[in-house]
């Protein structure tokens, strides 16, 4: 990693709202905190990459107390730099395996953030880390990308996902090892800089099986937070898995 920020540091942290605002919009963040509110009650959440807010800050905004987990000081710093950011408690850690006070009514990733963790070995440890935090009853909700590998012919491992007149943005997919990596092509002034960020794809049915082995089962699977039944041909989905009481 390039620092104690990991791959979001300060370079990334100043301009991450502004990168992705379809994100930000209102459309896309309120029926995520609608249904994450639901599932809070009268109990409390946890953001595992909490990042500047996106999510927590109109979360507490409802009343659910929020506490969020976030490697990167600088995007922290974010979160604390904006209105409410100071009802938001951040403890600076690796979510994988950083323990904070309390239990809680769930625990959350949203937009991607498991594919943060590199190694399967830490997307379990993950699973492992949001069960020790919840109460009896309580759930792990996790928004992701389903593998886009169906549109990968043999020999290819890139696939474009934004092509502008300035900047390019494409996926590379190594399928042996489940690596991934996202690289970003930006022209200023006709010369290009490029950027990259590693990931690790995952599957489903890995997903289901991190859980049971954290002694969590699936309670729901939908291809939007609308709650849209999830099917074959989804692109994405929100999983929610229960802790087993006992």
């Known amino acids: 990693m390039p620092d104690a920020d990991g791959y979001f540091g300060e370079d990334i942290a100043a301009t991450y709202d502004e990168s992705s605002p379809d994100m930000f919009r209102p ?3 309120d029926p995520v905190v609608d249904l994450l509110a639901e599932l809070a009650g009268d109990g409390a959440a946890l953001e595992f990459g909490v990042g500047t807010g996106r999510i927590a800050l109109p ?3 409802r009343g659910v107390p929020v506490h969020g987990i976030e490697m990167s000081r600088a995007m922290a710093d974010r979160l604390r ?3 409410g950011g100071d009802s938001v408690d951040v403890t600076i850690g690796d979510f994988a395996t950083t323990r904070v006070p309390g239990t809680f009514a769930f625990a959350y990733l949203v937009f991607n ?3 943060n963790l590199t190694t399967q070995d830490a997307q379990v440890a993950c699973f492992r880390n949001a069960a020790e935090h919840l109460r009896p009853g309580g759930t792990f909700v996790v928004e992701v990308g389903v593998p886009d590998l169906r549109r990968l012919p043999p020999g290819q491992t890139a696939v474009p996902f934004r092509i502008g007149p300035t900047q390019w943005a494409f996926d590379t997919y190594d399928v042996a090892t489940q690596a991934m990596s996202s690289h970003y092509v930006t022209i200023t002034d006709g010369k290009a800089a490029h950027s990259s960020i590693p990931f690790r794809y995952v599957w489903l049915a ?3 099986l991190m859980a049971r082995l954290a002694g969590m089962r699936l309670r729901d699977r939908w291809e939007e937070w609308s709650r849209t039944p999830f099917n ?3 692109t994405k989905h929100v999983s929610v898995w229960e802790k087993v009481a006992g």
């Open 113 to 115: 953030t498991i594919n």
């Open 232 to 234: 074959g041909e989804s």
């Open 59 to 61: 979360l507490a905004a």
């Open 206 to 208: 890995e997903l289901d």
């Open 27 to 29: 459309e896309a963040v």
């Open 81 to 83: 730099g904006k209105p």
